[in-house]
């Protein structure tokens, strides 16, 4: 039966993902919690993976209730907490960043729906068939594959790209107990799901043989004219209005709607 099978935030847009049992669908139509916060440069650049290698080498956790960030350089067993609530411990969480990225950093706080990369959109959605495909593929783990595509509800029980149907002309949507997820876009990918989550290597054949693939085993059932090009993977959601303030947990049964 198709269910939720992970749900996850990013409290640090950029940095690690926290797995939750159950999230609030903000009024934006994103999750609670998700991309609370983001560290930008002087010049107010977003600091993220497609720009710079070094977030693969920080490991982090946020307590989602106290808004404390937890900190550790890879390869080091010192870590260091910050309360992000405190305007002290902000500054210094700040400068613990700006060093480590060799930036003067600011962690700026979604007043409202957080900073998603699209303004309109609200949870990304995948399959865990489809993480488990994009594994064999690269003959990879099935959480390395999780981590370079960061979705926020991981759904089981269905088909490898059961999420492509929800994108194009006349699309359906689904239900997550009774929460609408209307279908945006898919995602279409940067550098990041090149590297290795863990060390930051690039595999510089990664781009090419992912668009092969993905070529190679779209489903005749997609409508192809939602595709771009085929580095593409991860369907971008939306949730309406009429849904927001709802529950979404894991083990809820998903449900398509025509």
Known sequence: MAHVERLTVYPVKALDGVGVETARIRETGTLAGDRRYKVVDAEGDLVNGKRTDRVHDLRTDF?????????????????????????????????????????????????????????????????????????????LTVESVRKRMRANVEVGGVDPFWEDRFVGADAPAFEVDGVRFEGVEPCGRCVVPQRDPETGERDPSFRQRFVERRRETLPEWVDRDAFDHYYQLMLIADVPATDTAERVSVGDAVSLVE
């Open 63 to 139: 307590d989602l209730d106290s808004d404390v960030l937890t900190v550790a350089a890879d390869g080091e067993n010192e870590t260091r907490s910050f309360d992000l609530t405190r305007t002290d411990e902000r500054g210094a969480a700040e400068t613990w960043l700006g060093d480590f990225f060799g930036v003067d950093a600011t962690l700026r706080r979604a007043e409202l729906g957080g900073f998603p990369d699209r303004p309109s959109a609200g949870p990304s959605v995948i399959s865990t068939a489809t993480v488990e495909t994009v594994a064999d593929w690269f003959d």
